[in-house]
């Protein structure tokens, strides 16, 4: 119990310096994607400066409908502006060979744009949800935030990632315990092409297992020489027993959807940070998502 509150004593402390530095830094431009880091970096920043705060989310292929329509969802419900720009990284060769650096393409095109807007509108600066686990994973989009100048709220005030998740708790934010929610181009293996047709594939086969009643799993799209390409599927371990009945049925929709078979990661899904990443990226799987 003790513990416990000299925990949350300390979070406490850090949302005040985070409010701190935010009341000094607007106008303020917040790249969002609806995920637990970029929605409670939003709703400070909209409680801090009001009208003074704008979240920017990118659109384009790799994000999936129905993750764009829950955070456009979740910004209205605490009162945040979010402006969605149309991004075309899927048109830069150096993203769509999909290198291991692949998200410092991604970002590169968001803050690009971002930047424009802050010129042209008057922002004074542009914000981004890094948070301090993040500076112990190799975060490639990172490297474009600095070349941008773009601040890291989160990260230059301590927060982590549990802590972001307690405030997000005690706030009322709808994100406060949702998984990651990495691109749909982390699906797909490093240096298989990311094409609109794949992530549309990617989309559609995780929709589908989404509607079965699973929550924390990953559909890969595992490319196949002269063969059509197999759908690795993973689930977490805490929702395997219920994938057996539902296994065959789930083959059949996602060859419907184009792949050629299902493959069932026996070992289950497990994010970046569990024992099993590891492993992910000795496949070749972006270990990322």
């Known amino acids: 119990m003790e513990n416990a509150t000299t925990d949350h004593t300390r979070a406490k402390e850090k949302l005040r310096e985070l409010r701190a530095l935010l ?37 384009s292929p790799s994000l999936p409908r ?33 290198p291991v650096n692949r998200c410092y393409f991604c970002k590169l095109e968001l803050f690009s744009k971002m930047d424009r807007i802050a010129a042209e509108r008057g922002f004074r ?89 699973f929550a924390i799993f990953r559909v890969r799209y595992i490319a196949q020489p002269a063969e059509t390409p197999v759908a690795k599927l993973q689930i977490d371990p805490v929702e395997m027993d219920k994938l057996h009945p539902l296994e065959a049925q789930i083959r059949d929709a996602l060859r419907v959807i184009g792949f050629r078979d299902l493959v069932v990661d026996k070992d289950g899904y497990q994010a970046p940070g569990q024992v099993g990443v590891r492993r992910l990226e000795s496949n070749g799987v972006a270990a990322t998502g």
């Open 23 to 59: 009341k000094g830094v607007g106008p303020l431009l917040v790249a969002y994607s609806g995920g637990v880091d970029s929605t409670f970096l939003l709703a400070e920043a909209v409680a801090t400066l009001g009208d003074r705060a704008l979240g920017v989310i990118a659109d």
């Open 66 to 98: 129905s993750a764009l329509r829950s955070a456009l969802a979740a910004a209205k419900g605490f009162g945040a502006t979010v402006e969605v720009v149309s991004t075309t990284e899927l048109d830069d060769p150096r993203y769509t060979s999909n």
């Open 125 to 213: 600066a542009l914000a981004y949800g890094e948070n301090a686990d993040d500076a112990f994973q190799i975060r490639p989009g990172a490297g474009a935030a600095r070349e941008f100048r773009v601040l890291a709220p989160l990260r230059m005030t301590g927060l982590t990632k549990a802590e972001i998740r307690l405030l997000s708790r005690e706030q009322g934010l709808p994100t406060a315990d949702i998984p990651a929610q990495p691109c749909l181009s982390s699906r797909v293996p490093y240096g298989t092409i990311v094409t609109t047709g794949v992530l549309r594939m990617i989309e559609q086969a995780e929709e589908y297992v989404r509607s079965c009643g």
